[in-house]
């Protein structure tokens, strides 16, 4: 009965246009009326104790590093590092947009960002070059979703701030997943592009590739300097987005000199109100979380998937089929902090280690940004490269079951993430 008062309050407050945080808060008091525990004290302390959380610190500054770099510059110029890479392949565009769409995702965190970003610079060049543009538009929204699995992550951040999982683990362990969806876009692409007959550009010669690494080199540091100082303890994953935000400012402003000291106000508002959001459903979702534990619902939740605890890879199939269906209706950051405080325990029931969970509920969470009907990046794909969304849906179908099949294939076989990631962390 607890589990369909705070389901039900909650489908039914998004039903009727409700915003999904306060619709969080909704189901939040449907739940202490129904526990006969109504206490306004209690709301609002765990309002204000959501947010006040040290390692959330890091969402806004990886944020305002993702809007700096987009004004900057910065994703121009590694836009043009790929092209000069990979742009004379047979379907180069196509490659284009991958290999950048990695790079970006390795600076942002921010899938929205990242395929805003592509859309604007590539669609129209592949459009241009006689791709298709319902298939040119599907592969950028795909390409986008990888940015939530690479370092930095946003949405790692939110888990492991939800879950209690080392947010540093989390990053270390999301660089081979988020590297193999790239690799299924490849293989994706080289398939349904076998047919179009373009005409890649000539090679770049070496000197000018040399040269466009060199204008694109401080930008890619950045990736390599989070990284590094996260492995070797030198800053926090918090630290780290100061880091990231303070880096992305100097370049931009100092060294590229793309970004004007008048368009700082601007940057700064558009990260505080895209941050503003965020924080205010992470603080909703924590009322919500904490009447959760006290009404047990990951108890009635585990008990329910109990013939599955003795199979953590069936029990992980159950749960990555059910977010899949969970993310065709909701966006990524609701459906992470509604899910994971119920499917914590039953993950640590099956001794599934949390770090190979928070990546792969994170991917299918990514994943589903390109699901319809709802689908996040395939609505900003659709409105930047001004086509209708069905167009989108239409091209974005191949590389989606392709990052699916990804997908299981890791519930499967658990050691295409956890080994790497024990190598990238030093597996302690």
């Not at 742009?87 to 196509?94: N, Q, T, V, W, Y």
């Not at 119920?342 to 299918?364: H, S």
Request: net charge positive; with cysteine.
């Amino acid at each position: 009965m607890t589990l369909t008062i705070f389901l039900g309050s909650l489908l039914l407050a998004m039903a009727i246009g409700i915003p999904i945080s306060f619709a969080l808060l909704v189901s939040g008091v449907a739940l202490m009326w129904h526990m006969d525990m109504f206490e306004a004290q209690i709301l609002a302390q765990n309002l204000l104790g959501g947010a006040d959380n040290y390692p959330l610190l890091a969402v806004p500054f990886f944020l305002l590093a993702g809007e700096i770099m987009n004004e900057g510059g910065l994703s121009k110029r590694i836009v043009e590092f790929a092209m000069a890479l990979v742009g004379h392949i047979r379907g180069g565009l196509g490659y284009v947009t991958i290999v950048a769409s990695i790079m970006l995702s390795a600076l942002s965190g921010s899938a929205v960002a990242d395929a805003a970003a592509l859309t604007a610079m590539l669609l129209p060049m592949m459009v241009a070059a006689g791709h298709a543009p319902h298939r040119a538009a599907g592969l950028i929204a795909a390409s986008g979703v990888i940015a939530p699995v690479l370092p930095p992550s946003i949405g790692l951040v939110i888990f492991g701030v939800t879950a209690n999982v080392s947010i540093s683990k989390l990053f270390m362990a999301g660089i081979t997943p988020g590297l193999l969806m790239g690799l299924a876009l490849w293989v994706t692409w080289a398939y349904v592009a076998r047919n179009e007959g373009v005409v890649p550009p000539p090679r770049r010669p070496l000197k000018e590739l040399l040269i466009t690494l060199r204008r694109c080199g401080w930008a890619l540091m950045l990736p390599v300097i989070i990284l590094v100082g996260l492995r070797m303890g030198v800053f926090t994953p918090t630290e780290a987005g100061v880091v990231a935000a303070v880096y992305a400012l100097f370049v931009a402003t100092v060294i590229y000199r793309g970004l004007r000291l008048s368009q700082l106000f601007n940057i700064f508002k558009a990260a505080a109100k895209t941050t503003a959001v965020v924080m205010f459903l992470v603080a909703a979702a924590m009322v919500s979380a904490w009447l959760i534990t006290v009404a047990d619902l990951p108890g009635k939740v585990v008990g329910m998937l109990q013939p599955f605890l003795d199979s953590p890879i069936m029990l992980m199939v159950a749960i990555m089929v059910l977010v899949m269906i969970v993310g065709t209706a909701m966006d990524m950051t609701p459906t992470i902090l509604i899910l994971t405080p119920v499917l914590m325990p039953v993950v640590i029931a099956a001794k599934i280690d949390p770090v190979y969970f928070g990546v792969m509920f994170i991917m299918n969470n990514a994943i589903g940004l390109v699901t319809p009907p709802v689908g996040v990046v395939l609505n900003v794909v659709a409105g930047v490269g001004r086509m209708s969304m069905d167009t989108v849906t239409k091209g974005v179908m191949p590389f989606m079951i392709a990052q699916f099949l990804i997908m299981f294939l890791m519930v499967f076989f658990p050691w295409l993430v956890t080994g790497p990631a024990k190598f990238f962390y030093g597996g302690h």
